[in-house]
């Protein structure tokens, strides 16, 4: 299932659910733990985990972009800035489990939407798939589906 997009009054939100049978220690070292992070999102390192600390983006070119931390509560909360949008994640504990959700706060709709809607979709699918010591054949061939998802679904909520 896709995320959900809403349209607000300062962009959009996209929001993706995942229930895991796994502790949320388990689900915030995947978030947070370099060695961890490279097995779902090698060109994200964490630095300085704390409200006002950063992630790395390796833009693959010898250049790194800088994310800043803006919301951090240990195993709970981990919201930073992506470009000009949002990302967070919350943890919350369930019975047996976490649900993880993933909440990106989007400024405008642009071509390059899409495809990162699909880049976390697979992303969160790893995690889960790594949680459960699975691994992920094709993520190329799995963003392909999902990114025609999202495309569709980004043209149709710009016409609401």
């Not at 733990?33 to 994200?44: A, G, M, R, S, V």
């Not at 919301?71 to 470009?83: K, N, P, Q, R, S």
């Not at 054949?137 to 710009?158: H, L, M, P, V």
Request: aromatic share 10%.
């Amino acid at each position: 299932m896709i995320a959900s997009l809403k349209k607000e009054s300062n962009g959009y939100t996209a929001r993706f659910e995942r229930m895991l049978n796994h502790s949320r220690e388990e689900v915030w070292a995947m978030l947070t733990d370099n060695n961890q992070l490279k097995k779902w999102f090698p060109e994200l390192q964490a630095e300085e985990l704390k409200n006002g600390g950063k992630f790395k983006f390796d833009m693959g070119d010898g250049s790194y972009e800088e994310m800043k931390i803006i919301g951090f509560e240990e195993h709970a909360i981990l919201e930073y800035t992506w470009g000009k949008d949002i990302v967070r994640f919350e943890l919350n504990e369930i019975k047996g489990g976490t649900e993880l959700n993933l909440i990106e706060k989007i400024s405008e709709i642009t071509d390059h939407t899409p495809r990162d809607l699909a880049g976390w979709h697979v992303c969160l699918d790893v995690i889960c798939r790594l949680l459960e010591g699975k691994s992920l054949d094709s993520r190329s061939e799995e963003w392909e589906t999902w990114y025609d998802e999202y495309k569709i679904a980004t043209e149709t909520i710009q016409t609401k």
